[in-house]
Nanobody, 121 residues
C-alpha cells in the first residue's frame, strides 16, 4: 500500500507563489510517475503537471495553460515531488491532489488527500 502526504497549500494573494510538496512511502518508488492535478469548486479534476520515469531519468509534462508559471521537480530517490506555482490568480483556487501512477501491464493510480490553495484578489 502507498501512503501519500501533501503539504504547502494555503492562502496567497494574487500574483504570489506557492510550493507544494508530496511525499510517498510504502513501495518501490523510483520507476513510477508522480505529479499534480487540481479540482476547482464545482468542477472536475484536471491535469496540472507530471514527472514521468524513463530509463534516462525523469521527464516533465505540463498543462499547456500553466507551463509558463509552474515548475515540477522530483527527488532522485523517487519518493517525492515538488511543484512551484508562480503568478497565482484567483481562478486558480482549487484543491491540489498529488497522483502516483504505476505504469505497466496492470497500471495503478494512488491519490493523496489534497491540499487547498486559495488565491485572494
Amino acid at each position: 500500500q502507498v501512503q501519500m502526504v501533501e503539504s504547502g497549500g494555503g492562502v496567497v494573494q494574487a500574483g504570489g507563489s506557492l510550493r507544494l510538496s508530496c511525499v510517498a512511502s510504502g513501495r518501490t518508488l523510483v520507476n513510477v510517475d508522480m505529479g499534480w492535478y487540481r479540482q476547482a469548486p464545482g468542477k472536475g479534476r484536471e491535469f496540472v503537471a507530471m514527472t514521468r520515469w524513463t530509463w534516462r531519468g525523469y521527464t516533465r509534462d505540463y498543462d499547456d495553460f500553466a507551463k509558463d508559471r509552474i515548475t515540477i521537480n522530483r527527488e532522485n530517490a523517487g519518493n517525492a515531488t515538488y511543484m512551484e506555482i508562480n503568478s497565482l490568480k484567483p481562478e486558480r483556487t482549487a484543491i491540489y491532489y498529488c497522483k502516483l501512477h504505476v505504469p505497466g501491464p496492470m497500471p495503478v493510480d494512488y491519490w493523496g488527500q489534497g491540499t487547498q490553495v486559495t488565491v485572494s484578489s
